[in-house]
């Protein structure tokens, strides 16, 4: 499986993105897909998390508010709406694909076995 993250950039503060994670390969399997992030000298950060049916969906403390994941399962692609972003949310932003599909816990990194590139995203006025 490989997964295929864009549409980060540099915004300003109170600006909207929308992040793309794009399966590439075909797969029959009713994966979770889960949003993390990282930047210099902080932990990785759970952001948002989505199982197959779209019926559970978790966020972040963080981003609980402004942040909407979506789904299209018929183009295997799965959405970050990031609305009214702060600097603070400025990270590399990682698409994560969990093969057992779980409908738990999503926060949990270790749950995910296929991992993206990784998108810039930059909040600075």
């Known amino acids: 499986v490989q997964l295929q993250a864009s549409g980060g950039g540099l915004v300003r503060p109170g600006d909207s993105l929308r992040l793309v994670c794009a399966v590439t390969e075909n797969t029959s399997r009713r994966y979770t897909l889960g949003w993390f992030r990282e930047s210099p000298g902080k932990a990785r950060e759970f952001v948002a998390g989505i199982n197959w049916g779209g019926d559970t969906r978790d966020y972040g403390r963080a981003v609980k508010g402004r942040f909407t994941i979506s789904r299209d399962n018929s183009k295997k692609m799965t959405y970050l709406q990031m609305d009214n972003l702060k600097p603070e949310d400025s990270a590399t932003y990682y698409c994560?694909?969990?093969?057992?599909?779980?409908?738990?816990?999503?926060?949990?990194?270790?749950?995910?076995?296929?991992w993206g590139q990784g998108t810039q995203v930059t909040v600075s006025s």
């Open positions: 994560a694909f969990d093969t057992i599909g779980r409908s738990m816990n999503l926060y949990n990194d270790w749950q995910y076995d296929h």
